[in-house]
């Protein structure tokens, strides 16, 4: 039986930029059963941990050798969505370069979550959702991700304030 993904994220940044969080919640053919992700880094961007709480999973599923019938990603970040529904096709045009003509922000995980997406061909099916509107596994996500940021034990070593 070809198994349903469906995943749930959200980052979580205190003090943009500051300490960040992301968490990503698999729950296979939406039953109870799930497998949560989730990283706190020292310094970085909300919109770099929506970008992460998103290929965590991805890379998780990597290790499958199966044949997902669909992958669900629920987002409520306009900036993931828009960036890998729209933008993306832009910046490849560009070379990934901005209308301004400078490179990306992100652009290092931009690259891997297209990779991802590229891999996994037309299973992925994105969906914008509204947060904090009582959609309970966006509420978990959320939490998680805010209980992270709070508590970080990662460097984002390609945030662009951190030299390496």
């Known amino acids: 039986m070809l ?13 943009n930029p500051g300490p960040g969080g992301c968490a990503s919640i698999i729950r296979i053919n ?4 799930k497998k949560i992700f989730k990283a706190g880094f020292f310094y970085t961007t909300n919109n770099r941990m929506e970008l992460m709480a998103a290929i965590f999973p991805l890379q998780y599923l990597l290790k499958f050798n199966q044949n997902f019938c669909i992958i669900k990603i629920f987002t409520d970040s306009n900036y993931l969505y828009a ?3 729209n933008w993306i096709y832009l ?19 931009w690259l891997i979550l297209e990779n991802l997406s590229s891999f ?19 509420e ?4 998680i991700a805010f209980l ?15 030299s390496v």
């Open 30 to 33: 939406n039953c109870r059963k």
């Open 140 to 143: 978990e996500a959320d939490k």
């Open 3 to 15: 198994e349903k993904i469906y995943i749930y994220t959200d980052g979580s940044c205190i003090n």
């Open 148 to 162: 992270s940021a709070k508590e970080p034990k990662y460097i984002d070593l390609y945030h662009p304030f951190i």
């Open 91 to 109: 910046w490849k045009k560009r070379n990934w370069k901005n209308s301004n003509n400078k490179i990306i922000k992100n652009i290092d995980l």
């Open 83 to 85: 960036g890998i529904t």
């Open 120 to 138: 996994f061909k037309n299973k992925i099916k994105w969906n914008l959702i509204k947060g904090h509107t009582g959609d309970f596994n966006n």
